[in-house]
């Protein structure tokens, strides 16, 4: 795939800015030396390897050796690595499956957790200190602003599927169903054991 060294290269030079600049990482950074941490994404057809040394880290697309550790996830789950609090549900929910040494992503995602991702940071030596913190400041807003209308839009859709298009139940018409369930069950039942006894008369 032609795109592979752009994605593996694009990748490295940003874990490394933002991992190996800042001094206050090093003790996180030592903890993970030597070790060798392989993504599947499922939207890619090939792994991200992660190779991780003292003084920087290799991104690469192929490797012949053995893993410390092996992840598969989706690409909307890489930001949840972030918080170190959320690996255990994301492996139980199957969002996060891992082979190998757990501590390895554990500490990927505490160095993560650690590290400093504030894009002005980047931007200012191209545009400058003011512009870059502009820059930041509507890129913000600008993905608040997106998310709100995509909670909007969830919500429209949920009315619009139970209250006008009647596709989907309402929340009072749900229970209402499951409770004639369960008594029409328990009518079943009672008519089963006044036949049992019949039967057995």
């Not at 991104?59 to 609090?85: E, F, G, Y």
């Not at 602003?145 to 429209?156: A, E």
Request: net charge negative.
């Amino acid at each position: 795939m032609t795109l592979t060294p752009l994605i593996t290269g694009g990748l490295e030079t940003a874990l490394n800015r933002v991992l190996y600049r800042d001094r206050s990482l090093k003790a996180a950074r030592q903890r993970l030396a030597g070790k060798v941490l392989m993504l599947h994404l499922q939207e890619l057809d090939f792994p991200l390897v992660l190779v991780f040394s003292e003084s920087q880290l290799d991104v690469l697309s192929d490797w012949q050796d053995n893993s410390d550790c092996t992840v598969s996830l989706r690409v909307s789950t890489l930001p949840k690595l972030r918080d170190r609090q959320q690996l255990t549900s994301l492996i139980r929910s199957g969002e996060l499956e891992v082979n190998g040494d757990l501590q390895v992503v554990q500490q990927f995602s505490a160095l993560m957790d650690l590290a400093e991702l504030d894009p002005a940071e980047y931007l200012a030596p191209w545009i400058g200190d003011i512009a870059a913190q502009g820059v930041s400041q509507a890129a913000q807003q600008a993905l608040k602003f997106v998310q709100q209308q995509f909670i909007r839009r969830q919500d429209y859709l949920g009315q619009v599927l139970t209250e006008e298009w009647r596709v989907a139940p309402g929340a009072l018409e749900l229970a209402w169903f499951c409770e004639e369930v369960e008594a029409t069950e328990r009518s079943l039942n009672a008519f089963e054991t006044r036949l049992a006894q019949l039967e057995a008369k």
